[in-house]
């Protein structure tokens, strides 16, 4: 066996591939973009194709610095969660866009079931709530509104990102792990299996859909690099980066700031529930046996630079946001909800949309990029305040993802959370955490309390802005981010393609 493991780590704006020795060092990576496309307001899709062809260019360059097949262990795979994709098992190409997480169609669909009173039962089952992010609501609207997934029968295949590039990889085989099918609103939390009511009701085909296993184990094998390899590690990108940061213990905690930001709480083996809009979820699932995660999604944090950046062109690249935000004192009255896609938890409100308020003659760019960041830090705080009120408070939180190799970031979450703030020497965890399962998969660690090994030191950021200081700026958001969910429950609505 090789000593090596192989990580595909696919992304919404990019994929790549990462080599891991069994120490946790990374030996190489090679990552490529994905085009995102946006056929109208609120509507997001990729080309599940090219997510394929990226993502095996990755691979294929990381197995040929290992010195070929033969150098690697085992392949781990963890993906963005809720995009889902739809095939033809006969001919293994996509029949259809792929809808992304971000994706807000569904919107006037989940709002007529909650008017209807279906979310209670919805959320007692999946731990889940009926808002467009989640899978099932996509695949109610593609099942309803697209033609070409109509007449093909048992040749339609159904799947997240990891269960399509399993598929591709060994040539038909359909499977999910329990991480990803317990973000689809068709899995029961408790039973671990696909509910008939749910799959009734959101209009998926049983037989479309994978077989859902656990996140270590050998689930297939690939030969496309030369050489047998088998796929040992499976699970979604947040929780593959709680297991990254050895969030092993009921109450360790962990946020992740990608293209989203996502906090996920361990809450042991016994399904959670929230009173506060807050979402159960499986974090890890071995020997058949879950282990559960409370959850608060923010839509929309490193995406939000690459808007400043890319489409109102208000800097050239990310790394200049940090210099812009020290270069003012505070954000001058500016605040920055954003909203681009909707507003995740706590609020839940997929029709909000973003806004920049404070603004006068005095407020310059650094003022706007500033609010930009301290976004992170407020929505970030909503979320602390819900966990708190389900009894999960943080003691401290361990971060990761690209938008925290910021400084400034670091530091503001500390002082607007007012605890301690951890960041690893080495930032991608999601990586790491996919591949400590592949690890525990093929057998080279006995466990993940062994594999946790692969993580490093770290950085810890302590709380230093004076209280008076932090709650005037935690005043400011409430009041903006409050202009901006009234609108949304006013009834304003998400524009349909075509």
Aim: charged share 20%; hydrophobic share 45%; aromatic share 6%.
């Amino acid at each position: 066996m090789g000593e090596h493991i192989l990580v595909i780590d696919e992304g919404t704006t990019s994929t790549r591939a990462m080599l891991f020795a069994p120490s946790g060092k990374c030996l190489g990576s090679h990552s490529a973009d994905l085009a995102q496309h946006y056929p109208g307001p609120g509507l997001v899709e990729h080309d599940a194709g090219e997510i394929w062809r990226r993502s095996l260019e990755c691979a294929m360059a990381m197995v040929q610095q290992a010195g070929g097949a033969q150098a690697i262990a085992a392949i781990g795979i963890t993906n963005q969660r809720e995009t889902i994709v739809f095939w033809d098992k006969t001919t293994g190409e996509p029949l259809a866009p792929a809808i992304v997480w971000q994706d807000r169609r569904s919107a006037a669909m989940c709002r007529a079931w909650r008017e209807a009173g279906e979310e209670a039962g919805v959320q007692a089952r999946t731990g889940l709530l009926l808002d467009p992010y989640f899978s099932g609501t996509k695949i109610a609207w593609a099942m309803r509104n697209w033609p070409q997934l109509k007449g093909v029968g048992d040749r339609l295949a159904i799947g997240t990102i990891e269960s399509w590039l399993v598929w591709k990889l060994t040539g038909g085989l359909h499977v999910t792990d329990a991480t990803n099918a317990s973000r689809t609103l068709l899995m029961g939390l408790g039973s671990g299996g696909w509910s008939d009511g749910l799959l009734d009701m959101f209009s998926a085909p049983r037989d479309a859909l994978p077989e859902i296993v656990d996140c270590a184990g050998r689930f297939g094998t690939t030969r496309l690099f030369g050489g047998e390899i088998p796929i040992c590690g499976l699970a979604g990108d947040q929780q593959a980066a709680t297991i990254g940061q050895a969030c092993l213990e009921r109450g360790d905690t962990k946020a992740t700031y990608g293209t989203g930001a996502f906090v996920l709480t361990n809450a042991g083996g016994t399904p959670p529930s929230s009173r506060n809009r807050l979402l159960a979820t499986v974090l890890w699932q071995l020997g058949g046996r879950r282990t559960y995660a409370i959850e608060g999604s923010v839509f929309v944090a490193g995406s939000l630079v690459q808007w400043l950046r890319d489409s109102v062109k208000l800097i050239e690249t990310a790394q200049e946001t940090e210099a812009l935000a020290r270069s003012v004192k505070d954000n001058g009255g500016v605040y920055l909800v954003p909203a681009l896609s909707g507003l995740g938890a706590p609020w839940w409100e997929p029709e909000a949309r973003a806004a920049i308020s404070g603004l006068s003659f005095a407020a310059t760019r650094a003022h706007i990029v500033r609010a930009a960041l301290e976004a992170m830090a407020h929505q970030s705080h909503d979320l602390k305040a819900a966990f708190a009120a389900d009894g999960a408070d943080w003691s401290r939180l361990r971060i990761d993802g690209g938008m925290v190799t910021n400084d400034w970031i670091a530091q503001d979450l500390a002082d607007i959370l007012a605890i301690p703030v951890d960041r690893p020497d080495f930032a991608e965890t999601t990586a790491l955490g996919a591949a400590m399962l592949a690890g525990v998969g093929c057998g080279m660690f006995a466990d993940l309390e062994e594999a946790a090994r692969m993580r490093g030191a770290g950085l810890t950021f302590e709380p230093r802005l004076e209280p008076d200081r932090r709650e005037a700026r935690l005043a400011g958001w409430r009041s903006a981010v409050t202009s901006v969910v009234a609108p949304a429950k006013a009834g304003m609505t998400v524009a349909q393609p075509g």
